[in-house]
């Protein structure tokens, strides 16, 4: 039995849209008939192929869509709907103009599956690359309470926080990574490219070079002659991390660290909790039920120790404890427990997490300010007391090269 996609008008003249499936364009026309439509056009749909050229689509540009890409999408049904633009033609015009082709392919889809009867929620629940479960949670709550524009800018303004979060956590990690990768291939270049040269210009002089001379030239030659070796170890160094990282326990591990690192463990921790405070207030808000809420939430927090906090956090109001009560507080501050405390006793738990959320990105937007600003003079003072060390290294003979020469 064939898919054919029509439109017509009702006996009121609306114009209907769908997808029904009959075994030939005649039949298709008749069952419309019955419906009691008129003046439609219906057109055949290649099931098979167009899913098959979809579904590779997906799968080509694969990969989760960003953040900013989701604050667009959801604006944009929102305001559509708010308009009075049905869900599917609102899908479509979206998908059409849309940038990201993943989001693109799946938003077809969604559009086709919607035609075909399905509720948005479900028809999302398909592509759980391209919408996250936190999304389609919550579009499932707003179809059943009837707010789903309501709820499509709250979520808006969700992704556009959660995206500045991590744009402020990115930029606290990689800047000075970023800096000492580039310190350090240019120390590389020097030991490997600058000091032999020096090397073989000592070389002839026939005497005993200084100290911190002779270590640069050890230092050089050792670097050149194991060169490869270095990169096997390099290579597996970051190999063996990943691996480790892919295991639970081992991530278990490595978030531990971060969050007790100095200066940056407070950054990392305060962001989670943002995001965690972010997306529960945003899931309670749009009607998901608590114990749901704190699964999803939990899993965006980002972090394996809060998550796993968060989740026996779960479990124990699932058997009727506050939730302020249930959060370990060796991992969270206690301002935040405190201040869902207040929001808990005098429900409106949602509007203080707002509140929290608020506070703590307010908080790593200092941290990561703050880094910054003491981490970057300290940087170039490292930089440049490594380069002066190597300059003072090498040039040192020629400040003796009279005592040298009288050897």
Known sequence: MAKYQYQGRDKYGVLKRGIIEADSP??????LKEQGLKDFEIKLLEAGKKEAKRKSGIRLFGGKVKEKDLA?????????????????DALEIIAEQTPNKALKEALFQVRDDVLSGKSLSKSMEKFPKVFPTFLVNLIAAAEESGNLDVVLQRATVYYEKIAAIKRKLISASWYPTAVLIIATLIVVGILTFIVPTFAKMYAGMGAQLPFLTQMLINISNSLRNNALYIIIFIFAFFGINSYIYKIPAGKKIYHRIMLKLPLLGQIFLKGSIAK???????LIAGGVP????????????????????IMKARDEVEQGKPLWSSLDPKVFPPIFISMLKVGEETGRMDEMLDTIAEFFEDEVDRAVDGLLSTIEPLLMVFIGGIVGFIIVGLYLPIFKMGELISK
Not at 26 to 31: F, I, R, S, V
Not at 72 to 88: D, E, N, P, Y
Not at 294 to 299: F, Q, S, V
């Open 26 to 31: 005649a039949e298709a026309e008749d069952k």
């Open 72 to 88: 667009v999408f959801t604006r944009q049904l929102g305001a559509m709907i708010s308009a009075g633009i049905g869900i599917a």
């Open 276 to 282: 965690f405070a972010r997306t529960f207030a945003t």
């Open 290 to 309: 608590i114990i749901r809420a704190l699964e999803i939430a939990a899993k965006v927090a980002g972090n394996v120790v809060i998550e796993e906090a």
